[in-house]
């Protein structure tokens, strides 16, 4: 797995939160899924066809009815999920709204070291300009992400930084990659 993989992952916002879920004993049902994390069934739906495409759960065989099927983790699922279960808020935290955009991940993982915003915009190339800065924004408003200014060079230089949970599920998702 690598940066494209994660960013591919992360276009459904409830990709990751549902593996950790599944991870964490949760039913395998779209429904029940849907009602633990508070998303509607289409998003449930799309998001299990979503982590389905990307081996990342497949259907359990032979067991439930075949308009309800059940769902369970692929060893590369597992492996994901496990890696960011420990940093990974749970359902009832107002940070799953962080984890469900689509850019925050992404720039969590690439903020392994402190990067100026055109460093980081070159990692992500698929990403617009628009979206990582209000990505970042947000992240720094929850303080995952710190935003150093240097205003003694020219032009101010701007530096990004992961911190608090930010760096923890940043290095949890750096451990999923490398694994």
């Not at 049902?29 to 998003?43: E, F, Q, T, V, W």
């Not at 808020?89 to 984890?99: E, F, G, T």
Request: one cysteine or more; charged letters at 20%.
């Amino acid at each position: 797995m690598d940066k494209i993989d994660i960013v591919n992952i992360c276009a459904r916002g409830w990709s990751l939160p549902f593996l950790v879920a599944m991870l964490r004993g949760e039913n395998g049902r779209m429904s029940m899924l849907a009602s633990a994390l508070g998303c509607s069934r289409g998003a449930a739906r799309d998001t299990l066809l979503h982590l389905l495409e990307h081996e990342l759960v497949q259907r359990h065989g032979g067991v439930g009815h075949p308009l309800r099927p059940e769902f369970h983790l692929t060893e590369k699922g597992r492996l994901l999920a496990a890696c960011l279960e420990p940093t990974m808020p749970h359902v009832a935290d107002q940070a799953i709204s962080l984890i469900r955009l689509k850019w925050s991940l992404p720039i969590l993982v690439t903020l392994d070291e402190p990067l100026r915003f055109n460093s980081l915009a070159r990692q992500l190339p698929q990403s617009t300009d628009r979206a990582l800065s209000q990505t970042l924004g947000r992240l720094e408003n929850a303080s995952w992400v710190h935003r150093r200014v240097d205003a003694a060079s020219r032009p101010v230089a701007v530096e990004y930084s992961a911190a608090g949970r930010g760096a923890k599920i940043g290095d949890g998702l750096r451990e999923a990659l490398t694994a």
